[in-house]
């Protein structure tokens, strides 16, 4: 499903693959996770790898099912044979099961019985690497490989690539090589230099290699870069990132792999792979483009969030997809902001986005969804695009909900007893649940039952009087109703401000204040700690639904109903435009262009976006950069350097916050430098 995630465009600021286990969890957990002594030599020119070396795995005991082995397609000639123990060494037949889902699955045949139960060492071998896959590339200038998209190495069907073990590389002469666990000293002894490695807690295999320069910061946790080019803001990226993770440390419990680091990827490379950022165990893939724009807190937040979530706790079973990983992830990103830039940046982040990231992953993004048409209770969530970005749009907002209904700090504690808890490696959604209400002494049923399992938001009104000094009204609540606590900021004039708590729980809730002057303004939740339609946010969610359905469309890889819905609202959008609808309408057109390389055309539709009255200022930023790769395309250098001075303005208009100025600079700067 995640394979889907980036049909996308470039403008998926936030989204990143994160492991995700097929529906076997209870064999899992019954076979357990084979320990690997693995041996790959890369020569990207080829491109090429081997892969070989030893597992150890346990026969299936009566009543499991058989054993299997699965290797995606990307690799071929797998040859296996049992060396121990001595009774049953030789040989195994493997005969194909099934070749669904761009691998293959064989049910091993050993000639002699082997004992139910029995423990084996298998030794393998394999090739591949020809073709580029999801999360999948071997090259010259930059070669990856992650378990989670493409089985690289045989694994069993039940730990769906999950292992221990070590991991050695062979890599021509100047290459280095990045991949889980602890890495031993590095050996120039053999025939190139060999990387090794050592992973004692289950996770999914996977090695970046390229010539890295490499930029580090000490620390209690350390962090590195390995990066293609050294840019001047690339020791910042190592030192924020540096206090991201000692922040999630804090929140979320000790990191459990050592030292996390930065990976840069080539931007068409990234692309065809699938990914703008991806969340492997200990370090991250970053497209270069991104590594180009100024260091964004949310998207680090995020994607190092999924080092706790999504690699070391991952989910058992289908319910509450993308609740455990990719919510909670996002609510990292929240976490981190709120901590470093204050409440303000995190009530904005949570009601209308943060900068830089995509547009409609928060609260009023998230009503659009509602308004599209497109909600489903975040415990059972559809799958693919959808589920992730609604985890991303309302998922961390009910979660960082359930922390304040639960008090932060016993939130965090529960948080840091779940990550480090072994059994936790796979966790239903069901057990996270009931971990917090039984750590918190709570009953949280109500608040499961009115979050998680309907979807929806609270829509409130709110009416007031003042007589004397007392401030009295009537808050009203549409059914179905939500139990919230929720502040209501009161300003007067002088600018007096007071907030007050009431709580609210069925149709009608009444308060009545003493003030000390002339009340000019009551705001509910002003924070937005709770998703809430307002009237404001209810007439920007539908003004821009139709833009979000045809985007969630184009993300799903129909292309053609993308821009069928697109041209049907175009023609459709109110006047006023008040929120942008041409604007949002007339970019997702040039992306689907884009994707189809109608270079032409996307410049058509991309300069319409920027000529629409309306517009929004971060995504216009995004749109800039889908201009600027369209220039490279078309090799016009004027349309580049209007790019990049249209690209400058607009950020200074906006505040200087969208950091994507140096991302579309450094796009245009090899077509604008005279050779
Ligand atoms: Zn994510």
């Given at each position: 499903m995640r394979i889907l995630l980036r049909l996308l465009g470039v403008s998926v600021a936030l989204m990143s693959f994160s492991p995700r286990l097929s529906p076997a969890q209870e064999s899992a957990v019954a076979l357990g996770v084979p320990r690997y002594d693995l041996t790959v030599r890369i020569d990207p020119n080829a491109p090429r790898m081997d892969v070989s070396g030893t597992m150890?795995?346990?026969?299936?005991?009566?009543?499991?099912?058989?054993?299997?082995?699965?290797?995606?397609?990307?690799?071929?000639?797998?040859?296996?044979?049992?060396?121990?123990?001595?009774?049953?060494?030789?040989?195994?037949?493997?005969?194909?099961?099934?070749?669904?889902?761009?691998?293959?699955?064989?049910?091993?045949?050993?000639?002699?019985?082997?004992?139910?139960?029995?423990?084996?060492?298998?030794?393998?071998?394999?090739?591949?690497?020809?073709?580029?896959?999801?999360?999948?590339?071997?090259?010259?200038?930059?070669?990856?490989?992650?378990?989670?998209?493409?089985?690289?190495?045989?694994?069993?069907?039940?730990?769906?690539?999950?292992?221990?073990?070590?991991?050695?590389?062979?890599?021509?002469?100047?290459?280095?090589?990045?991949?889980?666990?602890?890495?031993?000293?590095?050996?120039?002894?053999?025939?190139?230099?060999?990387?090794?490695?050592?992973?004692?807690?289950?996770?999914?295999?996977?090695?970046?290699m390229a010539k890295y320069e490499i930029v580090r910061n000490s620390g209690p946790d350390p962090v590195s870069a390995y990066v293609l080019n050294k840019r001047p803001n690339i020791q910042d990226y190592v030192k924020r990132s540096g206090e991201v993770l000692s922040l999630l440390t804090k929140e979320f419990g000790p990191y459990p792999y050592g030292s996390f680091s930065i990976v840069e990827v080539p931007h068409d490379i990234a692309e065809r792979a699938g990914f703008e950022g991806a969340s492997f165990t200990g370090y991250i893939l970053v497209d270069a483009t991104d590594l180009d724009a100024d260091f964004n807190l949310a998207f680090y937040g995020h994607e190092i969030g999924h080092q706790w979530w999504g690699n070391l706790v991952t989910l058992g079973g289908e319910r509450g997809r993308d609740m455990l990983d990719e919510a909670m992830a996002q609510f990292g990103g929240l976490h981190v902001v709120e901590t470093i830039e204050g409440a303000a940046a995190g009530a904005s982040f949570r009601r209308d986005g943060y900068p830089g990231a995509n547009w409609h992953q928060n609260g009023a993004g998230y009503l659009m969804f509602a308004a599209a048409g497109l909600d489903h209770p975040l415990d059972d969530m559809p799958g693919g695009v959808?589920?992730?970005?609604?985890?991303?749009?309302?998922?961390?907002?009910?979660?960082?909900?359930?922390?304040?209904?639960?008090?932060?700090?016993?939130?965090?504690?529960?948080?840091?007893?779940?990550?480090?808890?072994?059994?936790?490696?796979?966790?239903?959604?069901?057990?996270?649940?009931?971990?917090i209400a039984r750590r918190a002494g709570r009953n949280l049923d109500w608040f499961y039952d009115e979050w998680l399992k309907r979807a929806g938001a609270p829509s409130w009104n709110i009416r007031w009087t003042q007589v004397g000094m007392t401030l009295s009204g009537t808050i009203t609540q549409q059914a179905p109703f939500y139990r919230s606590s929720v502040d209501v900021a009161v300003t007067g004039t002088g600018c007096r401000h007071t907030v007050h708590t009431v709580v609210i729980d069925g149709p009608e809730t009444h308060f009545s204040w003493r003030v000390h002057d002339t009340v000019t303004s009551v705001q509910l939740d002003p924070e937005y700690l709770v998703p809430h339609w307002t009237p404001a946010?209810?007439?920007?969610?539908?003004?821009?639904?139709?833009?979000?359905?045809?985007?969630?469309?184009?993300?799903?890889?129909?292309?053609?109903?993308?821009?069928?819905?697109?041209?049907?609202?175009?023609?459709?959008?109110?006047?006023?435009?008040?929120?942008?609808?041409?604007?949002?309408?007339?970019?997702?057109?040039?992306?689907?262009?884009?994707?189809?390389?109608?270079?032409?055309?996307?410049?058509?539709?991309?300069?319409?976006?920027?000529?629409?009255?309306s517009r929004r200022p971060y995504s216009q930023m995004w749109v800039y950069i889908d201009l600027a790769m369209v220039g490279k395309e078309l090799h016009d250098t004027a349309l580049l350097r209007d790019v990049v001075n249209g690209a400058a303005s607009t950020d200074a208009l906006s505040g200087g916050r969208s950091g994507k100025v140096a991302a579309v600079r450094a796009l245009a700067k090899d077509a604008l430098t005279p050779e």
């Amino acid at each position: 499903m995640r394979i889907l995630l980036r049909l996308l465009g470039v403008s998926v600021a936030l989204m990143s693959f994160s492991p995700r286990l097929s529906p076997a969890q209870e064999s899992a957990v019954a076979l357990g996770v084979p320990r690997y002594d693995l041996t790959v030599r890369i020569d990207p020119n080829a491109p090429r790898m081997d892969v070989s070396g030893t597992m150890r795995l346990r026969w299936p005991s009566a009543g499991e099912a058989d054993l299997q082995l699965v290797l995606s397609h990307h690799m071929h000639d797998l040859t296996a044979a049992i060396v121990e123990p001595q009774t049953v060494a030789g040989p195994v037949e493997l005969v194909v099961h099934d070749t669904a889902g761009g691998s293959t699955t064989w049910t091993v045949r050993s000639h002699s019985p082997i004992p139910a139960g029995q423990e084996l060492l298998i030794r393998f071998a394999c090739s591949g690497g020809e073709h580029d896959g999801v999360l999948f590339h071997l090259g010259p200038t930059s070669s990856f490989a992650g378990a989670q998209s493409v089985a690289w190495y045989p694994t069993t069907k039940d730990a769906d690539g999950r292992a221990t073990g070590s991991m050695s590389f062979w890599v021509p002469n100047g290459y280095t090589v990045v991949a889980p666990g602890t890495s031993r000293p590095l050996d120039r002894q053999g025939e190139g230099p060999q990387f090794t490695f050592d992973l004692s807690r289950p996770g999914f295999l996977s090695f970046a290699m390229a010539k890295y320069e490499i930029v580090r910061n000490s620390g209690p946790d350390p962090v590195s870069a390995y990066v293609l080019n050294k840019r001047p803001n690339i020791q910042d990226y190592v030192k924020r990132s540096g206090e991201v993770l000692s922040l999630l440390t804090k929140e979320f419990g000790p990191y459990p792999y050592g030292s996390f680091s930065i990976v840069e990827v080539p931007h068409d490379i990234a692309e065809r792979a699938g990914f703008e950022g991806a969340s492997f165990t200990g370090y991250i893939l970053v497209d270069a483009t991104d590594l180009d724009a100024d260091f964004n807190l949310a998207f680090y937040g995020h994607e190092i969030g999924h080092q706790w979530w999504g690699n070391l706790v991952t989910l058992g079973g289908e319910r509450g997809r993308d609740m455990l990983d990719e919510a909670m992830a996002q609510f990292g990103g929240l976490h981190v902001v709120e901590t470093i830039e204050g409440a303000a940046a995190g009530a904005s982040f949570r009601r209308d986005g943060y900068p830089g990231a995509n547009w409609h992953q928060n609260g009023a993004g998230y009503l659009m969804f509602a308004a599209a048409g497109l909600d489903h209770p975040l415990d059972d969530m559809p799958g693919g695009v959808l589920a992730h970005e609604l985890a991303d749009a309302k998922g961390f907002l009910v979660l960082n909900l359930l922390s304040h209904t639960v008090g932060a700090d016993r939130f965090r504690a529960i948080l840091h007893t779940i990550t480090q808890d072994p059994r936790n490696q796979q966790m239903t959604w069901q057990a996270f649940l009931d971990d917090i209400a039984r750590r918190a002494g709570r009953n949280l049923d109500w608040f499961y039952d009115e979050w998680l399992k309907r979807a929806g938001a609270p829509s409130w009104n709110i009416r007031w009087t003042q007589v004397g000094m007392t401030l009295s009204g009537t808050i009203t609540q549409q059914a179905p109703f939500y139990r919230s606590s929720v502040d209501v900021a009161v300003t007067g004039t002088g600018c007096r401000h007071t907030v007050h708590t009431v709580v609210i729980d069925g149709p009608e809730t009444h308060f009545s204040w003493r003030v000390h002057d002339t009340v000019t303004s009551v705001q509910l939740d002003p924070e937005y700690l709770v998703p809430h339609w307002t009237p404001a946010l209810r007439a920007e969610a539908t003004s821009l639904a139709p833009a979000l359905h045809a985007e969630i469309t184009f993300w799903s890889g129909k292309l053609d109903d993308a821009k069928a819905e697109s041209r049907h609202a175009l023609a459709n959008v109110a006047t006023p435009d008040s929120y942008g609808a041409r604007f949002m309408l007339e970019w997702i057109l040039g992306q689907i262009a884009m994707r189809e390389r109608q270079w032409t055309e996307a410049r058509t539709h991309l300069e319409a976006a920027l000529e629409s009255p309306s517009r929004r200022p971060y995504s216009q930023m995004w749109v800039y950069i889908d201009l600027a790769m369209v220039g490279k395309e078309l090799h016009d250098t004027a349309l580049l350097r209007d790019v990049v001075n249209g690209a400058a303005s607009t950020d200074a208009l906006s505040g200087g916050r969208s950091g994507k100025v140096a991302a579309v600079r450094a796009l245009a700067k090899d077509a604008l430098t005279p050779e």
